[in-house]
């Protein structure tokens, strides 16, 4: 059975949820995470920025931007040094301004993704995958790319099905 490892960036507290902003106990992408994690055993890495971004939604998002602008690495509190035992990676994060959080790249960059599965995954409020397909072609050189999946981040909680059919059909 294939080995799988799910990378992922998740927000808690201050969230954009249907049309309004609404205070997570858990993040979306890490209710999608565990999911994934549960439905084939996969282990979990979550990417933690040591300066954590603004607790206000609003302000968060703009410096999400300027990540963006400035093609920033924010410098993360670990790193995972080597994906050598794993054959499929997802990663996982929200949608940010059509991408994944800036904090994913700085550990994507830091791998070895020969002959490795990419499994884009998206946590939104419409934007689905966005460019998070095209963003692993970039980051995770000599990797194959596989199918994505995008969960409505309102609907996160009540999204175990999706998720596990998903992983089991192209994870396993």
């Given at each position: 059975?294939?080995?799988?490892?799910?990378?992922?960036?998740?927000?808690?507290?201050?969230?954009?949820?249907?049309?309004?902003?609404?205070?997570?106990?858990?993040?979306?992408?890490?209710?999608?995470?565990?999911?994934?994690?549960?439905?084939?055993?996969?282990?979990?890495?979550?990417?933690?920025?040591?300066?954590?971004?603004?607790?206000?939604?609003?302000?968060?998002?703009?410096?999400?931007?300027?990540?963006?602008?400035?093609?920033?690495?924010?410098?993360?509190?670990?790193?995972?040094?080597?994906?050598?035992?794993?054959?499929?990676?997802?990663?996982?994060?929200?949608?940010?301004?059509?991408?994944?959080?800036?904090?994913?790249?700085?550990?994507?960059?830091?791998?070895?993704?020969?002959?490795?599965?990419?499994?884009?995954?998206?946590?939104?409020?419409?934007?689905?995958?966005?460019?998070?397909?095209?963003?692993?072609?970039?980051?995770?050189?000599?990797?194959?790319?596989?199918?994505?999946?995008?969960?409505?981040?309102?609907?996160?909680?009540?999204?175990?099905?999706?998720?596990?059919?998903?992983a089991k059909t192209n994870l396993m």
């Open positions: 059975m294939a080995k799988s490892l799910v990378i992922y960036y998740s927000r808690k507290g201050n969230n954009y949820v249907n049309g309004g902003i609404r205070n997570l106990k858990k993040g979306n992408t890490e209710i999608v995470a565990e999911f994934i994690a549960d439905a084939v055993g996969a282990d979990l890495f979550e990417v933690e920025t040591v300066r954590t971004y603004n607790e206000d939604y609003m302000v968060c998002i703009e410096e999400a931007k300027e990540d963006m602008r400035e093609n920033a690495r924010p410098e993360l509190k670990k790193y995972l040094d080597s994906i050598e035992q794993y054959d499929n990676i997802v990663v996982a994060g929200p949608c940010w301004w059509g991408t994944y959080p800036y904090a994913i790249f700085t550990q994507l960059e830091k791998l070895d993704f020969s002959g490795k599965k990419v499994f884009p995954v998206m946590t939104h409020e419409g934007s689905g995958l966005a460019g998070s397909a095209q963003a692993l072609k970039k980051y995770c050189k000599g990797a194959v790319v596989g199918n994505g999946l995008a969960v409505h981040g309102a609907d996160a909680a009540n999204s175990r099905g999706a998720v596990e059919k998903w």
